[in-house]
């Protein structure tokens, strides 16, 4: 144990501290000089190791990924998000920047480095002559369906509400809207983006074209997005809700949604899953903890239309143990699956593109949600058909515009000595289903343990153009917390 010299209270004494304890001292002093400069530049709280708030603000949404980053930046508006950004460079610090917190590897923060924390940004702003909003990088798209519900608009997002709007656009975006809308980047209009290099540029077709271009799915490679611009819809009630059928009727009513989707109108917006019944009220009790298959989803139009819209599926398929769909205001739907996955639980994540469904996938995908850990844990197939394959490949950096389906299976359970065993199961589907899929999945549904050979066969042809873009604006990865796509040499 090291003797060395502590200076307490004004007098010098000699005392034993050990090595550890040491790099402890100069880590805590380092950090509080850290913080305090980061702070005389920002508006926001700067929050570090030791502060209150410490753990309730560096918590993610994913219970499984505990990350302690050293500090966080609480941005307030785009001049705090370029004193972050000049700041983290500046000092070599390692940057991850969150909005929502609902990536499922927790990639809007890090260990020991800075977070850009944009969750205290949320003005949503909508401008009702052409359907335009604007959304700060903190909304959640439960905030903008608030906002737009009032003018009977939404914009195309995910199915949950408390999803960040940043994360899940830049990575693609889809939702009930999207067969008729297409994704969340087909309705992005700008961007404002804070470079590596602290610059403030805004994206559009006019403008930095290419850096729109690989911002339109290319996850946070290129930059902090400061503001979005999203083109709305006319969306005010929708004919919605989940259809629930035992599990012995899945591969009847699996061949029926697969067969009837390339017909059925782009208005109806339905997923196919295979789950379990939530043993909870309102869910009938004869059903509580059985393994079932759910078609879910949403017709934008009039409840009648909506009616005739499921009949084809619905006539070739035994009855349901429930069928809840109904007229309820959009919102409503978008927060349908709130109340089953507060922050916290514990998630493991497994994504792939499938453009087609063979009956032997479909019995594979039977076998292997039959051996679900949990009751929460899923598999859906969240249809990108529609608008989503009438844009080219190349328009935007999300390339997969030929799958008709993007597939997540995820193990969740609230429970952390589960972890192992979501983990197992998810791997396990995923290695039985693939071969019937597509070589790249939506970066949004990877874990980071597979990244690295994933991500290029996600882009295909896109890729070496989106590393072309990185090497442009972010020549030196400081921006890599993320799916990552190093720059171009
Ligand atoms: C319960 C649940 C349901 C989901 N449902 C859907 C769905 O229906 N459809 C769908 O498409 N996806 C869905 N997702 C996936 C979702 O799109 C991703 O988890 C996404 O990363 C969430 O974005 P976020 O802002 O909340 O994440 P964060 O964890 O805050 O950020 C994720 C990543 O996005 C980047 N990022 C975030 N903000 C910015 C910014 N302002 N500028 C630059 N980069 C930024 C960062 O690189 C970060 O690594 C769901 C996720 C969950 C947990």
Known sequence: MPLTS????????????STK????????????????????????????PGDADYDSVRALYNGMIDKRPRLMARCVDAADVIAAVNFGREQGLLIAIRGGGHNGPGLGSCDDGLMIDLSLMKSVRVDRADRSVRVDPGCTSGDVDHATHSFGLAVPFGIVSTTGVAGLTLGGGTGYLTRKYGLTVD???????????????????SQYADLFWALRGGGGNFGVVTSFLFQAHPVATVYAGPIFWDATHARAVMAAYRDYLPEAPEELGIFVGLKTVPSMDPFPREGWGKRACAIIGAYNGPA???????APILQNVPEPIFN??????????????????????????????VASLPDEAIATHIEQAAQAPSELSLMHLYPIDGAVQRVPRDAT???????RWSMVIAGI??????????????????????????PGGYVNFL???????????????????????????????????????????
């Not at 502590?6 to 501290?17: D, H, I, L, N, Y």
């Open 447 to 489: 874990m980071d343990d597979e990244a690295e050979g994933r991500v290029p066969a996600t882009y295909g042809g896109n890729y070496q153009r989106l590393a072309a873009v990185k090497a442009k604006y972010d020549p030196h990865n400081l921006f890599r917390v993320n799916q990552n796509i190093p720059p171009a040499l």
């Open 324 to 353: 809840w769909m109904s007229e309820i205001p959009f919102p409503a739907m978008q927060g349908l699956f709130d109340p089953f996955f507060p922050k916290g639980l514990q998630w493991y994540w497994k994504g792939d593109f």
């Open 187 to 205: 309705n992005l209009l700008e961007a404002d983006v804070v470079l590596a290099d602290g610059t403030l540029v805004t994206a559009s077709p």
């Open 6 to 17: 502590v200076f307490t209270g004004g007098t010098m004494v000699m005392q034993s501290v």
């Open 397 to 403: 950096a999300w390339s997969t515009r030929d799958a």
């Open 413 to 438: 359970d609230p429970d952390p000595a589960k972890a192992q065993a979501l983990k197992d199961w998810g791997r396990a589907y995923w290695q039985a289903v693939h071969p019937f899929n597509l």
């Open 304 to 310: 009648g239309d909506g009616e005739k819209a499921m």
């Open 21 to 48: 304890e040491l790099d402890g001292l100069r880590g805590e002093t380092m950090t509080d000089e850290l913080k305090a400069s980061l702070q005389a530049a920002l508006r926001g709280p700067v929050v570090a």
